[in-house]
T-cell receptor, first 115, second 114 residues
Framework: ETGVTQSPTHLIKTRGQQVTLRCSSQ?????VSWYQQALGQGPQFIFQ???????GRGNFPPRFSGLQFPNYSSELNVNALELDDSALYLC??????????????FGQGTRLTVV | DQQVKQNSPSLSVQEGRISILNCDYT??????FLWYKKYPAEGPTFLIS?????DKNEDGRFTVFLNKSAKHLSLHIVPSQPGDSAVYFC?????????????FGQGTRLTINP
């Protein structure tokens, strides 16, 4: 059983640019959640995808968007990058929606630096 | 509005002794609580969870205790090992507008001294 994998692991972008981060969920998992972790803080919920549909989002502006594909892998897109978007972006997968509370497995994250 | 708080940024424990990590929360709607361990340059690793209707869950060296009246939970690690040195996050699960999301504390850095 493969784990959750994210790509790329590190990325440097310029303010105003756009970025796409990718996540392959664990085999058999249909629910993917994205989190942003700023330095010294706990992860903050961005949004969640369940069976290819967005299933709710946290307090993030619309320039944060995503997709989930039929194989349940997912993308996080951020437009018009700002310096404050510099953070570790984490993807978590769960077997199904009602298992998020009992076990959500995280990837290694993508470290995004905006300069 | 910090709904999940870990008030100790760091904790230092002797190898072989008990490590106790604490977490407080404010939202009574949380249905599960989880603990994660995080090493630098890695994602959080799931350790153990507990339902809000239970008061204790045990898995090997890890035990989580939940005190609903005090809105407090703790993670006990016995005995502590050098490999336990990491940042530990407490998280709480809640359904908001259809999404089952995790709300995290700020983390506690645990150092196990030989």
């Amino acid at each position: 059983e493969t784990g959750v994998t994210q790509s790329p692991t590190h990325l440097i972008k310029t303010r105003g640019q756009q970025v796409t981060l990718r996540c392959s969920s664990q085999s058999g998992h249909n629910t993917v959640s994205w989190y942003q972790q700023a330095l010294g803080q706990g992860p903050q919920f961005i949004f969640q995808y369940y069976r290819e549909e967005e299933n709710g989002r946290g307090n993030f502006p619309p320039r944060f968007s995503g997709l989930q594909f039929p194989n349940y892998s997912s993308e996080l897109n951020v437009n018009a990058l700002e310096l404050d978007d510099s953070a570790l972006y984490l993807c978590a997968s769960s077997r199904t929606l009602d298992r998020v509370g009992t076990e959500a497995f995280f990837g290694q994250g993508t470290r995004l630096t905006v300069v | 509005d910090q709904q999940v708080k870990q008030n100790s940024p760091s904790l230092s424990v002797q190898e072989g002794r008990i490590s106790i990590l604490n977490c407080d929360y404010t939202n009574s709607m949380f249905d599960y609580f989880l603990w994660y361990k995080k090493y630098p340059a890695e994602g959080p690793t799931f350790l153990i969870s507990i339902s809000s209707i239970k008061d204790k869950n045990e898995d090997g060296r890890f035990t989580v205790f939940l005190n609903k009246s005090a809105k407090h939970l703790s993670l006990h690690i016995v005995p502590s090992q050098p490999g336990d040195s990491a940042v530990y996050f407490c998280a709480a699960s809640v359904i908001i507008q259809g999404a089952q999301k995790l709300v995290f504390g700020q983390g506690t850095r645990l150092t196990i001294n030989p």
